[in-house]
Nanobody, 119 residues
Framework: QVQLVESGGGLVQPGGSLRLSCAAS????????MGWYRQAPRKEREFVAR???????TYADFVKGRFTISRDNTKNTVYLQMNNLKPEDTAVYYC?????????????WGQGTQVTVSS
């Protein structure tokens, strides 16, 4: 069974930092783009950042200069370093990845990890 498992969420004060991790596991042939999305209460899920297999990165404008996405292909893991967090960053953060198995190539989603920024 192929799955993505996030970790690293929690409660942090404004201006603080968190590092999210997302590990892919299962019978995976290849992992392509990996990324992060978030969903705040009463809002739609939105794109945060993405990294390709050759480490080309893309960021949403509202996180540029504050968040950094990276990946470790030896561990099938993607990270999101979040600095200078703001209350408006409060959301459930979801990991996403396109992965190939023996059956198909499709997008997978993690279960989400809660990030709360509050004093």
């Amino acid at each position: 069974q192929v799955q993505l498992v996030e970790s690293g969420g929690g409660l942090v004060q404004p201006g603080g930092s968190l590092r999210l991790s997302c590990a892919a596991s299962g019978s995976i042939f290849s992992i392509y783009g990996m990324g992060w999305y978030r969903q705040a209460p009463r809002k739609e899920r939105e794109f945060v950042a993405r990294i390709t297999r050759d480490t080309t990165t893309t960021y949403a404008d509202f996180v540029k200069g504050r968040f950094t996405i990276s990946r470790d292909n030896t561990k099938n893991t993607v990270y999101l370093q979040m600095n200078n967090l703001k209350p408006e960053d409060t959301a459930v953060y979801y990991c996403n990845s396109a992965m190939a198995t023996s059956i198909n190539l499709r997008d997978y989603w993690g279960q989400g990890t809660q990030v709360t920024v509050s004093s």
